[in-house]
């Protein structure tokens, strides 16, 4: 199944196939913020987005939560214009709120290898949180090379590399509406003359 409202896809990939449709998202997402906000009644918590995989999943999650709550953001790096994690993770922006004593949701587009993960539940565990646990659109466990937990999960997901609502592919289709699976061309191999 194809959707796409990218006019052409990028020369770097043959093609984009759709693994999560917007509609199936949607219906998850509103799930999800249903259980956070039974889970967190009373607590006001602190939904930390990790930039810039997880603000698209971020502002439909909040949307879809009936309970007081607060936003912040960070930013890490460990891909830079790869398709893969370097394992070297670098904390790039940091929050703005304290989390001593709140209730604090790390909210991730996609968990992956854990690298980023642990990095972020190591930095956040030491500024003395309430509590701290993990929401993910997509958990690719297949891919995971440093355990952390997940404790809300949308879709686990295979080793795909997956691109859209709010993931990217070297800073590019993060608007898609969908969550994607992007094939590259296969290598050009020169025919012997």
Known sequence: MSESNV????SAYARIDTLITREVIAQ???????????????????????LKGGFIFLADLVRAMSIELEVDFLS??????????????HLVHDLRADVKGRHVILVEGVVDTGHSVRFLLDLLDQREPASLKVCALLDKVPCRRVPVPVDYVGFPIGDEFVIGYGMDAAEGLRQLPYVGVATPHAPRTESPS
């Open 76 to 89: 890490l790096s460990s891909y830079g214009n790869a398709t893969v994690s370097s394992g070297k993770v």
């Open 7 to 10: 006019a052409t896809t990028p």
């Open 28 to 50: 998850k997402v509103a799930e999800m913020g249903a259980v956070l906000s039974r889970d967190y009644a009373g607590q006001k918590p602190l939904l930390i987005a990790v």
